[in-house]
């Protein structure tokens, strides 16, 4: 059927495993180091934070890793999402390019952060672990984390970002429905929080601090585990299922996409997407171009340094090299919330360096632009952070248009927006602002990166 739009698999079709890309990268990714003694950590190193098996994730080699059943289980209530061809915005662009997306807003959460969450969330509950500690941007995480928890019998404390808190308690509110503990950060049930609240009382917070907060409440308790919704590989591992999805679905679709292109803030929804695609290549499979897109600005990829960082504000967690603003950088408070951290999945940014992909960074205005003309044409409102790949999509279609060439693009629709009405409120009446960041405060906060001379 050459006009068919959904391309779309049964349950019995979920992948049984994850794929792992540290099996197949060209050059292995730098070590995780200790703040303190600067040595690379051991799994022991992390065990107030993670359980075992998950830590064991963190750092293996082995290509493929079994999904258990119960899991799988429970990605049966969403997965597989849709592979859906955007016909009626290829027409309205007039492009010969085919474009495709992945929907993942179909999870119960309305984003691709539960295939994770689900995920961690059993493993916790494998090891007798009763409480997890997180924190949320936008509350994607959040709710995603409280869905997870509810279904196993896991109670759950978020810490979101003050400026999110106060600009969506919809997000707030279903992640109380899930039965979960919603705080805004900085708080002052943490010291890392109260520190904060001492310079700055009416801090509009961040993820960096937020992260603060959560990691400390797990470090000083050890009936608590911390949990972190992207970043860290173990998170973008348990996302493959998207990717092997959709490798599947262009096998029906007789088709197979030239790019592939993902918004990125901490890295997970892009990877997810991404690797099983270039894990083929890597095996001498057909060449193919990934495009990850962030925010202007937060523009950790584009503009950040690649180079050892904490992945919070107060300096709780492991070194990690990544491409970094600065732990200490607080970017403006634009919509697309769970856009504004500042570092990029070390995965994600060991592959930008060895030239595998590419990034690029666009304002919000010009995102929401097209996420409007998206949910015009297909029906689906993107969420502030789904914009950008759209963005990114429909710019690759327009190339494709000037040089007259038919490829073939894939996007991931990493969430609905229905949540974040009031930002689209804002674009409509005209008080969306391309926010810029302060250069003299990124200047800083790089010029605090951790020194590594012994
Ligand atoms: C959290 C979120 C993102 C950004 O996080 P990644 O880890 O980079 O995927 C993107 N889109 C949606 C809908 C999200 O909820």
Redesign the pocket.
Known sequence: MSDQIKFVLDETQIPKSWYNIAADLPKPLPPVLHPGTKQPVGPADLEPLFPMALILQEVSAERTIDIPEPIRDVYRMWRPTPLIRARRLEQALGTPAKIYFKY??VSPA????PNTAVAQAWYNKEQGVKRLSTET??G??GS?LAFAGALFGIDVTVFQVRVSYDQKPYRRALIETYGARCIASPSKETESGRAILAKDPNSPGSLGIAISEAVEMAAKDPAVKYSL???LNH??LH?TVNGQEAIKQFELAGDDPDVVI???????????LAFPFLGLQLRGGKKRRFIAVEPAACPSLTRGKYAYDFGDTAHLTPLVKMHTLGSTFIPPGFH?G??R?HGM?PLVSHLHELGLIEARAYHQKTCFDAGVQFARCEGIV?????T??VRGAIDEALRCKREGRAETILF?M???GHFDMAAYIAYFEGKLIDQHYDEGELAMALAGLPSLAA
């Open positions: 993942e807003g309305g984003s691709h952060k941007g936008a994607q995480w995603a919704g992207s970043v998170v973008l996302q993902g918004c990125t803030g901490g890295g997970s929804n892009f990877s997810g697309a769970g856009l951290y999945a993107p969420a502030p952070e789904a950008h790949a991931n990493s969430g609905h």
